[in-house]
């Protein structure tokens, strides 16, 4: 079992690490050592943690409009957030990643939304333009 796995939570340098590498660095050692301060604006001006705020905004609308508990729409942040330190250039669009991780809290919750009315809400949404669930093209 390694180090990170007994931590709950991340330090900023580590996140900071992880987005500025594209191999995830080794683990932080086990020993306490004095720590550089990385100031909190590095974190929010970094692009792909600005993504993610897009992101979040975008499952915010698209759970309102489906009626997705509060639980719900918090888990899928937490899921978008996770895959931007991760994988901070993904090969998907914002919007696709935004709503895999709605469907995939909807499961982790129990929420019972099905992928299609996720997909036709989450088109209605960005698209603005679309009145109508039965004008989303199949």
Not at 96 to 121: N, P, Q
Request: proline share 9%; glycine share 2%.
């Amino acid at each position: 079992m390694n180090s990170i796995s007994r931590h709950t939570f991340l330090t900023r340098s580590y996140i900071l690490s992880l987005l500025n590498s594209s191999a995830p660095p080794p683990p932080p050692p086990q020993q306490q050592q004095p720590s550089t301060r990385v100031d909190r604006h590095d974190l929010l001006d970094h692009p792909s943690l600005q993504t993610a705020a897009k992101c979040c905004v975008f499952i915010k609308a698209v759970g309102r409009s489906m009626g997705f508990p509060t639980r719900t729409i918090n888990t899928a942040q937490l899921l978008v957030h996770r895959t931007y330190i991760y994988r901070p250039q993904p090969q998907a669009t914002a919007t696709d990643i935004a709503t895999a991780c709605l469907f995939v809290a909807a499961k982790m919750e129990e929420t019972l939304k099905k992928l299609k009315d996720i997909l036709a809400h989450a088109f209605m949404i960005s698209s603005q333009t679309v009145e109508d669930a039965r004008a989303v093209p199949s």
